[in-house]
Structure formats: structure tokens, C-alpha cells
């Protein structure tokens, strides 16, 4: 808990009460307040905060929280998967009132805690935790992968186009298999590279990897590699800058990174999650059960800015808002892996 402010201090100092009595009244003030304040924990996947990608969106989310709602935020970068499951635990027996795991690594750590404290509220971004006092947070990747690829199809001018998965779950491959069927919307020869980092929850910070896969892809000829690496994207990024192709990014809008070579990236507002999750739980509306995030409710979308729109002429933007409409409508239906 952050300190006691001013009245603490001056309290020690008084001695004669008619002195003490506003520190007094100031300090039951400041105990009170914080004594009500509503205290979220916030448990990050590997990676952490900095990765630029996924845990910063969901730590972007949670700061906003704080900021807006005045809610207590305290957060942990996990080293590894076995620090989950005492993270979450800790956080439960400090009294917090709401507890959020980034990152579906976290689920059965998450399940065996909730289940132990059920009078805690927990949330969880990309799993889904059947309990009642467990917020699952999902999203369709797929559909937002669908539309990056459509762009990237629109773009290439080499006919192949790669992709880089972080580790290799089903999750990735939900991504994999949209960005492949975007792509192939737009031009059913494209030639669809792709690669995985690892196997293990290392492989989301393995830059150095992540640049070794893509400088493979574009020496093979693909023109424009999409990255959903978490933190070993940047390694893509970085070899994107080396031969001045372009990429893609992901999760949160990476187009600042490497202006004129990131085309665009899929959006996946982790962020809004987050702070939804707070904002209800904060307000005494908050339940358990799953919760979507697609292209209908704005959860998934790839990102225009003044970083990029030079690189997305009228003609693509105009040809990729018609397939979300599409798909939104249920004219278009997007290939889903948890579902082949």
C-alpha cells in the first residue's frame, strides 16, 4: 500500500493537543480513504509491460483504470509460468478486490485460485474459467487476422506473404488461419509462409529469434510478415527494418515503431477488456461468465494513423471496410480453428 501522506508525520511530531487535533482529524481522513480505496491486482504474462504488444494493452487498460476510476493498482511481470498460481494467490489473501490474469498460460493457475477464494472477483483475458465469481475475456482474433491479411494480399507485390506465431497454440493458430484466409479472399494463389518462435511460454521474448525467422521469410521472397509474437515481434520489426519490407503488427497499435514499414496493425483491445472488468467490478456490476470481443463491438480492428495511412491507399481501405461489413453481417464467415 502506498504511504500514509503528511498527517502521519505531523502527528508524531505534537505536543500539545490542541495542535494535534486537525492532523488527527487529516490522518482519520487519509486511513479511511484508503481503507475504501478498491485495489486491483494485475498479473502479467511473459514479457511483461514493456513488450509493446499484449501486456502493455492490458497494463495500458489498468492504468487508465486507476487514473479515471481512482481505484489502488498494483501489478506483477511474472518469470515464469510456475509464479502464476502464487501471484494470483497473493493478491486473493491481500484482500484486493479484483484480480486479472493476463494470458491464457494463466487459466489453471487462475481456476485452483478462484475456486479457493469465491468471494474475490477474478477476470481473465484469453481462457475461459467456468466459475461464477471468473470473468472470461475473448476475442475473435480470427476476424481481426482476416482483415490483415486481406491488406497484406492488396499489398504484396511478390505474391507471398509470411507469418510469425509467438508460441505454438491453438490460440496462434486461430490467428494463422484468419490472416491465411484474408489473404487468400483476396488472391487464392498467395503463397502463406509461417513459423513459430517456440514452444514454451519463452517463445513471447525471444526477439532475437523472431528476427531470425522473419529475415528467413523475406530472403525467400515474402514482401510482408505478420507478427503475433508478443515481444519476439520486435525481432520482426527489426528485420523488416534490415531489408525494408514491411510487417504487421499486433494487439496494440505498433505502427509508431518502425514508421513507413509497419502496413498496419491487427488491433485486439485487450485495454478496453482490462478496464471494463474494473469499471464494473468497481461499480458492483460485475459478472462472471464469458464476454466477447470481435469486429462488431469494436473488441478486434486493425489500426489507420498518421503513421500508416500512406501506405493504405482509399481503394484498400474502402475494399477491407466492405469485408467487415461482411463479416460483421454474416455474408462473409471466417475459418476459425478452435472450430475445424
Known sequence: MPDVPGPLSRLASCTHLKFCLIPIAALILSLNSLAGQFKVGLVLDRGGKDDKSFNSSAFAGATAAKDKLGIFLKYVEAADDNAFEPSLRAFAQRDFDLIIGIGVGQKEALRKVAAQFPKRYFAIIDAQVDAPNVRSMLFEEHEGAFLVGAIAALTSKTGKIGFIGGMDIPLIRRFEMGYEAGARAINPQLNVVANYVGVTSEAWNNPPKGKELALSQYESGADIVFAAAGASGLGVFDAAE??????????????????????????????????????????????????????????????????????????????VEQLKTDIIGGKIRVPDYYKK
Open 242 to 319: 534490415d531489408r525494408k519490407k514491411f510487417a504487421i503488427g499486433v494487439d496494440a497499435n505498433q505502427d509508431w515503431m518502425k514508421p513507413g514499414l509497419i502496413l498496419t496493425s491487427m488491433l485486439k483491445r485487450v485495454d478496453v477488456a482490462v478496464f471494463s472488468a474494473i469499471e464494473d467490478a468497481k461499480a458492483g456490476k460485475f459478472t462472471g461468465g464469458v464476454k466477447r470481443f470481435g469486429l462488431s463491438n469494436k473488441g478486434v480492428d486493425y489500426s489507420v494513423d498518421q503513421y500508416n495511412e500512406k501506405l493504405l491507399p482509399e481503394s484498400v481501405r474502402q475494399r
